[in-house]
Nanobody, 118 residues
Framework: VQLQASGGGLVQPGGSLRLSCAAS????????MGWHRQAPGKQRELVAF???????NYADSVKGRFTISRDNAKNSVYLQMDSLKPEDTAVYYC?????????????WGQGTQVTVSS
């Protein structure tokens, strides 16, 4: 399984970006997919997650500003980020989760840099 993240960049505070994550196979084979981020000197944290049912979870810090969505036909997951703040600056990673019989399998993309600065 390969996950390819894209869409990062430099944006001013209050601006928007849309991240994309394309999987090499059907995303329906996963139980869900998510976006995580890691800022310098900080631990990686979950930003948003979308299940196959399309139900979603968000970190409190991004609720109301970020929206995760999926397109099963394109094997892709997206993160629409609005009202960006400097504290959103981080490397963003997409991941996919598959529950096996005895363990949970996680797959990670390569990360895309998001910098929010004036």
């Amino acid at each position: 399984v390969q996950l390819q993240a894209s869409g990062g960049g430099l944006v001013q505070p209050g601006g928007s970006l849309r991240l994309s994550c394309a999987a090499s196979g059907s995303i329906l084979s996963f139980n869900g997919m998510g976006w995580h981020r890691q800022a310098p000197g900080k631990q990686r944290e979950l930003v948003a997650f979308i299940f196959n049912s399309s139900s979603t979870n968000y970190a409190d810090s991004v609720k109301g500003r970020f929206t995760i969505s999926r397109d099963n036909a394109k094997n892709s997951v997206y993160l629409q980020m609005d009202s960006l703040k400097p504290e959103d600056t981080a490397v963003y990673y997409c991941n996919a989760v598959r529950k096996g019989i005895l363990r949970v399998y996680e797959y990670w993309g390569q990360g895309t840099q998001v910098t929010v600065s004036s």
